[in-house]
């Protein structure tokens, strides 16, 4: 970003890009710490899965990272790749950190069906998005925004009807 702002390329689909990865950043953060973690650690072949697993969660973050400069790049002409491939950067690592967290988090076994099928059709709407144009960072953004949102507020609900 910092390359582009010296050569005064600046655009509006470069702080689209910009904007998104910042909600992107943010919502995993808060997506991986969010979660209540002390019945993950209750047995050896868990203890093995999540740490092992977190891999995946490392892995993907920093695919994040290489996927935004990748948009970037797309966005200002210094890759010659199309939008679906440059977007497919971004949207794919966000797709996977989420699917993981997902099944860290036993979302197949979740007891309320918006709870198991909520991030799998995040997922997929995320992994749509670079056939939506050129500012796949900020629509996988929203997405995951208004996916904690979701969270957040069902978490409210059940708490407002608690005796």
Not at 11 to 33: E, P
């Amino acid at each position: 970003i910092r390359s582009v702002l010296d050569e005064g390329n600046f655009s509006a689909t470069l702080i689209g890009i910009v904007l998104g990865g910042l909600l992107i950043l943010f919502s995993m953060w808060w997506a991986y710490f969010d979660w209540p973690m002390q019945h993950m650690l209750t047995s050896f072949r868990r203890v093995f899965l999540w740490g092992y697993g977190h891999y995946f969660i490392f892995a993907s973050a920093a695919a994040v990272g290489a996927g935004l400069a990748v948009e970037i790049d797309y966005a200002t002409h210094h890759a010659e790749i199309s939008a679906v491939n440059a977007g497919a950067a971004v949207a794919i690592p966000v797709a996977v950190f989420l699917t993981v967290l997902w099944l860290f988090y036993g979302g197949i076994r979740a007891d309320h069906p918006p709870q198991r099928f909520l991030i799998p059709v995040a997922v997929i709407l995320i992994l749509t998005t670079p056939f939506w144009g050129e500012q796949t960072a900020l629509w996988a953004g929203l997405i995951m925004v208004g996916l904690l949102a979701y969270k957040l507020r069902s978490r409210q609900s059940s708490q407002d009807h608690l005796p």
